[in-house]
């Protein structure tokens, strides 16, 4: 991995190297100066990560994994731009690109036919290992695959639930609130008699009345 | 409770909604002759089955490694077979030829047949499978001998290394053998060590101790042999001294004894050649059990291969019968209960036509 530095200066010279790649951030810089001084920034928000005084004959910054030195006359316009990112990604290359290169043999030098480490490789299926909880591979996987599994059946138990809960609430709700097509027949019917039971009542006075009137 | 008229249809739909579900999951287990198949189905049986399924997929790699092992130790069987014959009939030659009323053609004759034996069994010990040298440990890319023409000598290039192959959880099989090794305790197939110094007497009363001692240089054991006469303590013309690491130099010096000289090419007297063919004969004794004893090894690691083949064999039967019992869909059972569901479904379907159809309305002229 390499840094990438970006020169907007007019006499001086930087080199950018990283000595802890484990140190390193996400994080990109801008360095400026001023009277005499040197001041690191944060280029995404403008933070100022560090600054000191500034030695034309070589400053030694050291920050979160890496090492700058700077060297020559600056002025306040001069500016650094240094990223461990860009060219992070151009970079990358497979650290294994031919058979030969797999670590089987057991010894450091490598022997041609000597197979030792890739039989511990091999063994370390059924061995068990500090960072999965003292389990083997299989078991760790296994424990997961049950987390899972359990998760999943859980939810589909608490969603059929909720299902049921909901249906009885809205039949509760219907029940209350619904109309039952029956009912309101019978009532219709209840109504539609009275109303000519009524009617017939009126039509009987209106009957009584003409012939009270006809006499 | 009072029900409305939207209720039974509410209900109808839930009922057609939970049957249809069944049947999905049924006709997906048809299909699939799988029952279960996600985790959520059966958290325990899955869990398990892919214990089994690892366990398995373990037991096919172990078996072509297994494989594997028997193909190289039948073709280095076969090649110790050959060593063996070739030792044989360098026993026969050596018989023949310890007497001493040889005329120089006999002795140019078994000098020239010693020497043919001594590049055959050079070839031998520089045998590949695959383009590996068999016999270099793990020195694979490396000839196991070569001759070194300044000291006369043929030179182990190889080391003691035992290529293992994994043949089950924590158990490695050797499948390869050392020509020659620095570590008394590897079976060796082109050399062999004594425990202890051994001393013989030939027929001229003439004491031939051998005593093992290892290269300064490589470790690899060689074996001195040291002629004396115990009437002729001292005499130059009786005492011999000469030492041979594997096979090979043991031919090549036999091959040059016949010639009247020591492998560099000083001459040596009939006597002394005679003497040193005669004391040849341990040694190659001691040879021929050293192959005999190898390929036992052989014999018995191949044993022990089969015996471990057909325990994972049974191992993996076992296991598919538990997988296929965990996972695996009963069919008669399957198609049963989907018939089940079908039949509900439609019970469901007529009914509700039937009855979800009237209201008070059809029945009030």
């Known amino acids: 991995m390499e840094l990438s530095l970006k020169d907007d200066s007019s006499g001086a010279d930087m080199t950018a190297v990283i000595t802890d790649s484990s140190l390193l951030t996400l994080d990109e810089y801008t360095v400026r100066f001023n009277g005499g001084n040197y001041f690191v920034y944060n280029k995404a928000n403008g933070d100022l990560k560090v600054s000191g005084a500034y030695e034309p004959l070589g400053t030694t910054i050291n920050l979160e994994g890496m090492q700058w030195v700077i060297s020559g006359a600056v002025t306040s316009a001069d500016t650094f731009e240094i990223s461990p990112l860009t060219t992070a990604v151009s970079n990358f290359g497979t650290a294994l690109n ?18 030792s480490n890739a039989l511990l490789l091999a063994g370390l299926v059924s061995q068990n290992l500090a960072p999965l909880e003292a389990s083997t591979l299989t ?9 899972i599994g359990l998760k999943s059946q859980a939810a589909s138990e608490t969603l059929e639930f909720s299902e049921n ?11 209350i609130s ?11 019917i209840r109504f539609q008699q009275a109303y000519q039971a009524a009617a017939r009542l009126i039509r009987t006075a209106d009957e009584m009345f003409e012939a009270l009137m006809s006499m | ?39 959520s189905d059966d958290v325990s049986g899955t869990v398990d089955a892919l214990g089994y399924r690892l366990s398995l997929s373990g037991n096919e790699q172990y078996e072509r490694n297994i494989t594997r092992a028997s193909t190289v130790l039948d073709f280095t069987e076969t090649t110790l077979e050959q060593v063996a014959s070739v030792l044989d009939s360098l026993r026969e030659i050596v018989l023949d030829g310890s007497d001493s009323s040889l005329s120089e053609a006999d002795r140019t004759y078994y000098a020239e047949k010693a020497a043919l034996i001594r590049d055959h069994l050079l070839e031998l010990g520089n045998t590949t499978f695959e383009d590996r040298y068999i016999f270099s440990g793990f020195q694979t890319d490396q000839p196991a001998y070569v001759y070194d023409a300044v000291n006369h000598r043929y030179s182990y290039q190889g080391d003691s290394g035992q290529l293992q192959l994994a043949v089950d959880r924590g158990l490695t099989q050797t ?12 079976s060796t197939a082109f050399s062999y060590t004594l425990n202890t110094p051994q001393t013989v ?63 560099d090419g000083t001459a040596l007297s009939s006597s002394e050649s005679l003497r040193r063919i005669s004391a040849m004969a341990v040694p190659l004794e ?7 004893l190898v390929r036992a090894e052989l014999a018995a690691r191949h044993l022990q291969l089969e015996n471990q083949e057909e325990g994972l064999q049974a191992n993996s039967e076992t296991l598919k019968n538990a997988l296929s019992e965990m996972e695996d869909a009963d069919m008669a059972e399957t198609i049963i209960a989907l018939q089940q569901v079908a039949v509900t479904l439609e019970a469901l379907r007529m009914s509700s036509s039937r009855i979800l159809s009237q209201s008070l309305f059809d029945f009030l002229s």
């Open chain 1, 165 to 175: 809960f909901l249906n009885n609430l809205s039949d509760r709700r219907d029940s």
């Open chain 2, 175 to 186: 499948i390869n053998f050392a020509g020659s090794s620095a570590d008394p305790s590897i």
């Open chain 1, 98 to 115: 031919s058979i030969q290169q797999i670590a089987a043999s057991g010894t450091l030098a490598g022997v041609p036919g000597d197979n």
């Open chain 2, 1 to 39: 409770m009072r029900v409305t008229s939207f209720l039974p249809y509410n209900q109808l739909a839930r009922g057609l909604k939970d049957q249809l579900a069944e049947l999905t999951i049924l006709s997906n287990q048809m299909a699939t002759g799988k029952k279960i198949s996600k985790t």
């Open chain 1, 139 to 147: 078991e760790y996987y296994q424990t997961l695959v049950a987390e």
């Open chain 2, 201 to 263: 007497t030939l027929a001229d009363g003439s004491t031939v101790t051998y005593t093992p001692l290892p290269d300064p240089g490589s470790g690899v054991t060689f074996i001195e042999v040291d002629i004396t006469h115990p009437d002729h303590p001292g005499d130059p013309e009786y005492e011999d001294h000469f030492h041979f690491s594997n096979f090979m130099e043991m031919t090549d010096l036999l091959s040059q004894a016949w010639q009247y000289q020591d492998l």
């Open chain 1, 178 to 188: 619904g109309v039952s097509l029956d009912e309101e027949a019978a009532n219709l």
């Open chain 2, 286 to 292: 001691k040879s021929e059990d050293q192959v005999t």
